[in-house]
């Protein structure tokens, strides 16, 4: 078959990010023996008229539409991306009766919505390199694809519900044999306008954090590969791209204890010059881990520590304490690396002391940079959302499609003046929902300097961090102008 998959995502602030998931599908479809092109809308000044003369040209027989994100999960800076995906749909409708295969991580959140909203004649609710394969081969031979696993029907679809879907499969060789199609997207373009590629190690996570969506999206076991394969991988992009930084996009490469330990071992006793960042938790995370991965070319990592003060990291539902949030920033910037800590203020039992004790340990550990959240993006299924319908808050079928963030009564009206007070003495705080954090010029120009890796690195410098303080200058005590499109608790 004929098989056209588009990557829907058109952001590209902080950076456009290289989507690796359906890079992953295409490899799956094109090892069944389907004949793939790839439509990429990141880029281009007219995407919608370039994917019109795309279907034209091949005319598939069937079209995947991979949604990545719903919104940007920023209050009260929100940017919602449903318009956008109508739009691709309605693009393709006009041009193509082929059948729309609706999928990837934002899709799979809520997929019965997503079908409604957008009318798709199925959907992929997880992961879908065997899934997505299999659909196409039901639709070719004329089958119903109903029954396979994660496959969503249209007229199965629920609009208040993630139940609409069978039962997804999680294999544990999930990536047994597949690299990633890089070759059919434009790879070379996100490593100079994003500084970096991507690649993941593992799916799943253990840990149970109140609001976070990956245990639903992947579930909650690790499921790794092993560390040769991974090196095989980093060891094949330098070959075919030249010398450029990777981000292990993995919920957290630093856990279990052991992978990403085998993981460096590997880079070291192969010798491969490498630059690379992750996502890490401080859970474990101890001066030789800390001092293995700088050695093994890590020179960067985002620390998901969402709270420095041990009653709020308990209602966040977070494996750790203050006291190992410490630990692992001092670790980290021992053994040389840029640590940035993401912050979540506003949840719920947050209080002013709590927000006050959190901001007072972020200064004394002199981190290079803080993202710090306002409020927390409500998703279908999480712990923290079926509290809140348990305590009747709000309706089971409110957290969805609308972007709906809780924010503690308490600190409500505390939080922005405070938190742009904070940012503007630091200088090395990034508040996406309250300032936005790069303008698209600024973003070309570093990378055009050849500034490569998270941005956030250059906070670093006194005169990016002097540069950043001009954002927060102007005072802002309040959320801003209401927006209908949007619902905070």
């Known amino acids: 078959m004929r098989v056209l998959l588009v990557s829907a995502n058109r952001e590209r602030i902080p950076d456009p990010i290289f ?40 005319q598939p027989d069937v079209v995947g539409l991979s949604i990545r994100n719903i919104d940007n999960a920023a209050y009260p800076l929100t940017v919602e991306y449903l318009d956008q ?30 079908m409604q909203a957008l009318d798709g004649d199925w959907g992929v609710a997880g992961e879908g390199e065997q899934a997505f394969v299999e659909l196409l081969a ?26 609409s879907a ?65 090196v095989d991988e980093l060891e094949a992009l330098m070959t075919d791209y030249g010398p450029h930084d990777v981000f292990f996009v993995d919920s957290i ?36 881990q800390a001092s293995l991965m700088a050695r093994a070319g890590c020179d960067g990592m985002e620390l998901g520590s969402d709270a420095v003060e041990d009653g709020q990291l308990g209602r966040l539902g977070k494996s750790f304490d203050a006291d190992a949030v ?23 039992g947050e209080t002013e002391a709590s927000v006050r004790a959190t901001c007072r340990a972020l200064r004394a550990m002199r981190p290079t940079a803080v993202v710090a959240m306002t409020g927390v993006r409500l998703y279908p299924g999480t712990p923290l959302t079926r509290q809140l319908v348990t ?30 007070r904070q940012a503007r003495a630091a200088g090395n705080w990034v508040l996406p929902g309250l300032s936005p954090p790069l303008l698209p010029t600024s973003q070309r120009v570093l990378r055009a300097l050849g500034i490569s890796g998270p941005l956030w690195r250059l906070l670093r ?29």
């Open 253 to 288: 490469l630093n856990f279990p204890v052991g992978h990403v330990e085998a993981l460096c071992a590997e880079i070291l006793r192969r010798r491969l010059r490498l630059r690379w960042s992750c996502y890490a938790t401080p859970v474990k995370l101890g001066r030789e």
């Open 326 to 348: 410490l630990r692992a920033n001092a670790h980290g910037l021992e053994a040389g690396l840029r640590v940035c800590h993401t912050v979540i203020f506003g949840g719920p």
């Open 19 to 58: 989507p690796l998931g359906l890079a992953y599908i295409a490899a799956a479809a094109r090892q069944a023996g389907h004949e793939v092109a790839v439509a990429d809308l990141c880029f281009g000044l007219h995407p919608l008229d370039d994917l019109r003369r795309q279907v034209n040209a091949f």
């Open 85 to 114: 995906h109508r739009e691709v749909v309605d693009t393709l409708r006009a041009v193509t009766h082929a059948p729309i295969v609706l999928g990837g991580s934002g899709f799979a959140i809520l997929p019965g919505p997503y």
């Open 391 to 420: 305590e009747g808050k709000i309706r089971s079928d409110e957290a969805g499609l609308l972007p709906t963030f809780y924010v503690e009564p308490e600190v409500r009206d505390f939080l922005p003046g405070y938190l742009l």
């Open 461 to 489: 410098f006194s005169a990016m961090r002097a540069a950043s303080r001009t954002k927060f200058l102007r005072p802002n005590t309040s959320w801003g102008i209401p927006n209908p499109r949007r619902k905070v608790l």
């Open 166 to 230: 069978t039962p997804v499969r999680r294999p544990t060789d999930w990536a047994a044999g597949l690299r990633p199609a890089r070759d059919l997207f434009d790879y070379p373009r996100y490593i100079r306008r994003g500084g970096m590629g991507n690649v993941q190690t593992k799916r799943g996570c253990v840990f149970k954090c109140s609001y976070c969506t990956y245990p639903l999206l992947e579930g909650n076991r690790f499921r790794a590969r092993e560390a040769g394969d991974v």
């Open 138 to 163: 039901a639709l070719d031979r004329g089958w119903n694809p109903a029954g396979i696993p994660g496959v969503i029907s249209r007229r199965r679809a629920s609009a208040d519900t993630r139940a």
